[in-house]
């Protein structure tokens, strides 16, 4: 982990928008890179002047959208049996996958959006948008909210957080564990967001028939 933050890191320092841009869209899809480990570094970065704040935030939601609408045209065009039968290779299971379906027929296009703010979830709701063939329009306009909403959250933690102690950035591991130690509103933030994808497991569990 700390190599791949260091990776991570270095994209965004050196590649700058575009880095941000494509890390952005590799979370949004099935790829493992946590998107608090981009938008808050370069959001301190940014008070430090090498970039801007709010085009920071732009780049974070471009490249979520561009992730999400990479996963929907896919799995518009492969259909469902496909995406069953290789998506074991990418953790994607059939019940993970019917779960998000079963979450997008309840909420519709609100389901996009709120989506974007619940861990797992966020990473699969594009997939059952492209098998139903949801609007593209419809769920790009909420891919776009949802994400800029989620990106805004996490700039703001790295100014307001990171920010207070500006060398960590040359340990990322040292600064993963000063943020576990002083967000602690960060912390009740990801206990509310657990508390309700639990929730959702449960809402969109299949109903058993009564004996």
Not at 95 to 121: H, M, Q
Request: with cysteine.
């Amino acid at each position: 982990m700390h190599a791949l933050l260091n990776i991570w890191f270095g994209w965004v320092r050196d590649q700058g928008y575009a880095g941000i841009v494509v890390l952005m869209a590799m979370e949004s899809s099935i790829l493992p890179v946590p998107s608090e480990i981009v938008i808050p570094p370069a959001a301190f970065w940014a008070s430090q002047g090498k970039f801007n704040f709010w085009a920071v935030i732009l780049a974070g939601t471009l490249g979520s959208w561009l992730g999400s609408a990479i996963n929907y045209w896919i799995s518009l065009a492969i259909g469902r049996p496909l995406l069953i039968r290789f998506g074991k290779y990418f953790l994607l299971n059939e019940d993970k996958l019917a779960r998000a379906e079963r979450w997008l027929e309840r909420y519709e296009a609100g389901g996009i959006f709120f989506a974007r703010l619940l861990p797992v979830i966020r990473h699969l709701i594009s997939i059952p948008a492209g098998i139903i063939r949801m609007r593209f329009r419809t769920f790009s306009l909420m891919t776009l909210a949802g994400s800029f909403l989620w990106c805004t959250i996490l700039a703001w933690f790295g100014q307001h957080v990171i920010g207070s102690e500006p060398d960590l950035m040359n340990d990322p591991e040292k600064m993963m564990h000063f943020m576990k130690a002083k967000s602690l509103w960060l912390v009740g933030f990801v206990a509310v967001m657990s508390v309700l994808y639990f929730v959702v497991m449960k809402l969109t569990e299949e109903k058993q028939p009564a004996v």
